[in-house]
């Protein structure tokens, strides 16, 4: 597919991966839409790439249908979606205070997984009816995972179980919307510099950074924001997760 003529949704898009791939989507010419619960950090994000935003909260169906529709009237259709929406938990399965939570299990889930799962079905039904390429291809989604899906620490038992159901929905999500020229793809992304990670201290940040193998640095959220574009650009692509990290294995 090419970029520079590609209609796309970014949701997460006022902060870190999310806004990283919506500006670089931006900057290749694409018609860009920032999607994201925050709505004054969310308009400001826009306003400065030239994008348009439409709230959504990535749980809710009425939602996220809401603003797809938004957003295809917008751009005049629909043919990338990147889903970026996501929290990190850190409890333990048995801690000090008890079990782990349940509906702090539950909260993780809702929005990285099944936040992730809504925005693709969702953005597959509008997909569907683009005029396709010469090759076929009406839409590409991808998804973000983490390599906590397949080598999570401690603490990330909520997060790590929500990672790897997005890495686990790539291939069967892909087999379903085929028919329709629609690819279904996933990053992993290791540890990178977002507000998020940020936030845990310089101490905390440059131990993570260790473990990875070479650079030997966290990742930019730049880096993502360049394999998104490079998925949309490759045909051949698809039903996959592809991990980003530096060589990094978690402890």
Known sequence: MDVSTAKVVVTGAAQGLGWATARAFADAGAQV???????????AAAESIGAAFFAADVTDETSVSKALDKAADAMGGLSVAVNCAGIALGEKTLGRDGPHRIDSFRRTVDINLTGS?????????????????????????????????????????????????????????????ARDGIRVM??????????????????ITEALAADVLFPKRLGRPAEFAALALFIVSCPYLNATTIRLDAGLRLP
């Open 33 to 43: 839409t920032v999607l994201d619960i925050n709505e004054a950090a969310g308009n």
């Open 186 to 203: 996933a990053i992993a992304p290791g540890v990178f510099e977002t507000p998020m990670l940020n936030g845990l201290g310089p101490e």
């Open 117 to 177: 799962f809504n925005l693709l079905r969702l953005s597959a039904r509008i997909m569907a009816d683009e005029t396709p390429n010469p090759e076929g291809e009406r839409g590409v989604i991808i998804n973000t995972a983490s390599v906590a899906a397949f080598d999570g620490q401690k603490g990330q038992a909520a997060y790590a179980a929500s990672k790897a159901g997005i890495a686990g929905l790539s291939l069967p999500a892909a087999r379903d919307l």
